[in-house]
């Protein structure tokens, strides 16, 4: 899937800014219930040297919550620490006030609990009780203070981070792995994550730096959208995002070549394990660790078993080790739920591999030696036995200029909100020109496009929902197999009762940059009440 939010479940402003009068503090003020969240730092209003302050919090869990982070970690809905990356996600709110520029906030993490409370006045600070400026937690009219007025944060530099703006208007874009893994790892969790420590999940602070709330000068006023708004994408959010692709080679796998680099003579063929349309672990191989072995055999005479004998594979010491009989066994693994894959090189050079056409792999148990290295030996256990074309590396004599035409070919007009949605995806180059005989006769063809990247806005306002994301998480990058290429889409990211858009950006090597395509298709999201 490579991409999902989680939304902001309370959130306040908090402030010691005085009422109309300039005599008396809003420091007891709760705003926990309004749909803006309000930054600030006065100077002088008061008096010569006085200092108003205001400043946000924002919660993202929920206890024993379906869409917490930690759930969806415990499900393999996102991937292990290290290989996923967490980014903050706060939307600027435009408003006639006077804006600061050239500025620094800083974003920490809170220490302590806190309560959203129900106030909504942001002006004359008439609204009391749960956390303000003094107070963090009302039980049953019994405060719980600060140990500092303003908020408690943590300090450290894996959980407090800056942002700097320009005009003032930007959002808010920051990557927050370290603290969101953290607050995976807190006690209440009982897991730890990649040497990134722990902390209870309080939410973050967001306040201007204390240069600039000291400063002998006003910075007022920013302003962002709170989690009550009305505009759904414009909710504070984290996102996670992570390069979910998966790379299957059976379509398009290649004899090695001094024209390739070492990395780029290996490839990998993935064993998907279904029982009864789910996926699931083969339980002697077991989950995450558990091995899996491979072996390529060419064709009987007409092609449609293997033979007798496997072929040597490459010893890269890795996935081919050194030895006799040893090069011709693969070492795969798991890689997610029910899905194995196992990466090795085919050479040409001296074998009859170079005349090949088609191989066949088998996926067996046992290890090295355990006689699947010759089919009918019988001693390793068997799981599986397919077939994939392997094609060899030519130079070119021009510079290529690659087209293709595009096409989502499981498209529906209408998806629910609460649905994930795999989209095939078909190219095919654009010059491909078949005659009769071919159209009557063969499958269209088809190209895999190795770096194609998704891009999904809405219609009605061309509000771009979830950019291309091509740098370097690769979370809109799409897999491919031997069907061609695809990609998952969380359907809980889209606001329902739109029409969205789907667009498409393929590198062009040729060029050194994304190549944008010409289509779009198009599909509804409905309540699932609807």
Same mark, same amino acid.
Request: with cysteine; glycine share 10%; net charge negative.
């Given at each position: ?291 899996? @072995? ?5 064709? +009987?005479?007409?092609?449609? *078993?293997? $033979? =007798?004998? %496997?072929? !040597? #594979? ?111 995806? @078909? ?5 491909? +020109?078949?005659?009769?005989? *071919?159209? $009557? =006769?063969? %499958?269209? !063809? #088809? ?84």
């Amino acid at each position: 899937m490579g991409v999902k939010r989680y939304w902001a479940k309370s959130d306040n402003t908090i402030t010691n800014a005085y009422s109309a009068d300039l005599v008396t503090r809003g420091t007891g003020s709760n705003m926990g219930a309004s749909d803006i969240l309000e930054v600030f730092s006065i100077y002088a209003q008061a008096g010569t040297s006085s200092f108003e302050k205001s400043r946000s919090l924002i919660k993202f869990n929920a206890t024993a919550s379906t869409d917490s982070i930690k759930y969806d970690r415990d499900n393999s809905v996102i991937p292990v620490s290290g290989n996923v990356s967490f980014y903050l996600r706060i939307y600027n709110a435009p408003h006639s006030s006077t804006l600061p520029k050239n500025y620094t906030m800083t974003v920490s993490a809170v220490s302590g609990s806190w309560q959203e409370g129900t106030g909504l006045d942001m002006d004359g600070y008439k609204d009391k009780g749960d956390s303000n400026w003094i107070n963090r937690y009302s039980a049953s009219s019994g405060h719980t203070a600060w140990s500092s007025e303003g908020g408690d944060y943590f300090t450290d530099a894996s959980s407090s981070f800056t942002v700097s703006y320009d005009t003032g208007v930007e959002d808010i874009e920051l990557n927050i792995t370290t603290l969101v893994e953290q607050w995976i790892s807190s006690s209440n969790n009982s897991q730890t994550a990649l040497n990134m420590g722990s902390k209870e999940d309080e939410g973050l602070g967001v306040y201007l730096t204390s240069t600039y709330e000291a400063a002998a000068r006003s910075y007022y006023t920013k302003k962002f959208f709170g989690r009550g708004t009305e505009f759904f994408f414009k909710r504070p959010c984290i996102e996670a995002r992570w390069d979910s692709t998966i790379k299957d080679n059976r379509s398009n796998f290649f004899h090695s070549s001094s024209l390739a680099t070492a990395d780029e003579n290996i490839y990998t063929l993935y064993l998907y394990n279904y029982f009864k349309g789910q996926l699931r672990n083969i339980p002697s191989i077991g989950g995450s660790g558990g091995k899996i @072995y491979l072996s390529v055999f060419s064709g +009987s005479a007409d092609n449609t *078993v293997p $033979a =007798t004998g %496997a072929i !040597a #594979l490459y010893p890269d010491g890795t996935n081919v080790l050194a030895g006799s009989g040893i090069t011709t066994v693969a070492t795969g693994g798991f890689v997610s739920t029910g899905i194995y894959s196992a990466s090795f090189c085919m050479t040409a050079a001296g074998l009859a591999t170079n005349r090949l056409k088609t191989c066949f792999d088998v996926w067996f148990s046992g290890g090295h030696g355990q006689g699947c290295e010759t089919i009918g030996a019988g001693q390793g256990t068997h799981f599986h036995t397919s077939s994939f074309p392997i094609y060899s590396v030519v130079a070119s004599n021009e510079a290529p200029s690659e087209e293709y035409r595009t096409k989502i070919m499981n498209l529906k007009k209408v998806y629910r909100e609460n649905e994930t949605a795999r989209f095939r995806v @078909y190219t095919r180059t654009k010059d491909w +020109s078949p005659n009769i005989y *071919v159209k $009557a =006769t063969e %499958a269209a !063809a #088809l190209d895999i496009v190795e770096s194609g990247s998704y891009e999904v806005y809405r219609v009605v306002d061309d509000a771009k929902i979830v950019p291309y994301g091509t740098g370097s998480d690769l979370h809109t990058q799409m897999s491919y197999d031997v069907s061609g290429n695809y990609f998952d889409l969380d359907m809980q990211m889209l606001e329902p009762g739109y029409m969205y858009g789907v667009k498409f950006a393929y590198y062009n090597n040729s060029v050194g940059d994304w190549v944008e395509q010409p289509e779009v298709f198009k599909f509804r999201v409905e309540s699932r009440q609807n």
